[in-house]
């Protein structure tokens, strides 16, 4: 059974930081484009951003450039993301995505391109 777990999620206030973690099991997803996906109240889920699978490409969504890093770590099957200088409005539910067809050199970007999901984790930013 292929799983995403999720974890690093909390409260923090603004201008701090967290960092995320998505643990893989079930299978490995060394070959396959990963990506963080956000999900606020009322909101459609949203693309955060998107690391290649070999880890040497990254692309981001406009809100977060500059101030989120993705990164993966192919011998722990892991796919991370650093968030600094948090803001009110990143508050979410976060999503670690996994692409089920290997290679690819694209930036995925859309949910329906994701065959992977974990159950996410909360991200709360106070004002």
């Known amino acids: 059974q292929v799983q995403l777990v999720e974890s690093g999620g909390g409260l923090v206030q603004t201008g701090g930081s967290l960092r995320l973690s998505c643990a893989a099991s079930g299978r490995t997803f060394s070959s396959n484009a990963m990506g963080w996906f956000r999900q606020a109240p009322g909101k459609e889920r949203e693309f955060v951003a998107c690391i290649s699978w070999s880890g040497g490409r990254t692309y981001y969504a406009d809100s977060v450039k500059g101030r989120f890093t993705i990164s993966r770590d192919h011998a722990k099957n892991t796919v991370n993301l650093q968030m600094n200088s948090l803001k009110p409005e990143d508050t979410a539910v976060y999503y670690c995505?996994?692409?089920?067809?290997?290679?690819?050199?694209?930036?995925?970007?859309?949910?329906?391109?994701?065959?992977?999901w974990g159950q996410g984790t909360q991200v709360t930013v106070s004002s």
């Open positions: 995505a996994a692409r089920g067809q290997p290679g690819g050199s694209s930036f995925y970007t859309l949910v329906a391109l994701y065959d992977y």
